[in-house]
């Protein structure tokens, strides 16, 4: 992917830098790990859900925290003191985890279920009264121009 110069907007924005420093690092190679899977859905007009594949975790082997438009979900889970049992084969990974999650601002989290190995993560949007658009009112009269009386001297 080619890297996009975001300067020339520098110039007619203003409070825009986080933004074009998130668009500017979704164009670098994936860093971070893949696991676990998850998907992000829309679920009503301001609510959204991340759901994440964490199959072995139980809640108190999971962390939820929100902190400045960061979601971080962290898994650990303690090592087994089984040795009794031999693995013929591993296929279900219960490695620790880290995953972060930008959110847009006015996104808070609302609640976490987790249920059948699926962690669901709450989220709704709630902008605040006084940053939503309101209409103004015109107020009716004059073309704008005020006519100023005074006296006429003789």
Do not use: C, W
């Not at 998130?22 to 301001?46: A, V």
Request: hydrophobic fraction near 35%; avoid cysteine; charge should be negative.
């Amino acid at each position: 992917m080619r890297h996009v110069d975001f300067s020339p907007l520098y110039r007619s924005t203003v409070g825009f830098d986080r933004l074009f420093t998130m668009l500017d690092s979704l164009g670098q190679p994936e860093t971070s790990q893949s696991y676990p899977p998850y998907n992000i859905e829309r679920t009503g007009e301001d609510a959204y859900r991340i759901s994440m594949a964490v199959a072995g975790f139980g809640e108190e082997d999971i962390s939820i925290e929100a902190h400045r438009n960061v979601l971080t979900v962290k898994g650990e889970k303690p090592e087994a003191k089984d040795d009794t049992s031999e693995f013929l084969h591993r296929g279900i990974a219960a490695r620790a985890f880290e995953r972060r999650f930008q959110l847009a601002d006015h996104v808070e989290v609302v609640g976490a279920l987790l249920k059948n190995g699926l962690l669901h993560i709450e989220l709704k949007r709630s902008v605040p009264e006084d940053m939503k658009p309101r209409k103004i009112a015109i107020q009716p009269g004059t073309s704008g121009t005020k006519q100023i009386e005074g006296q006429t001297v003789n």
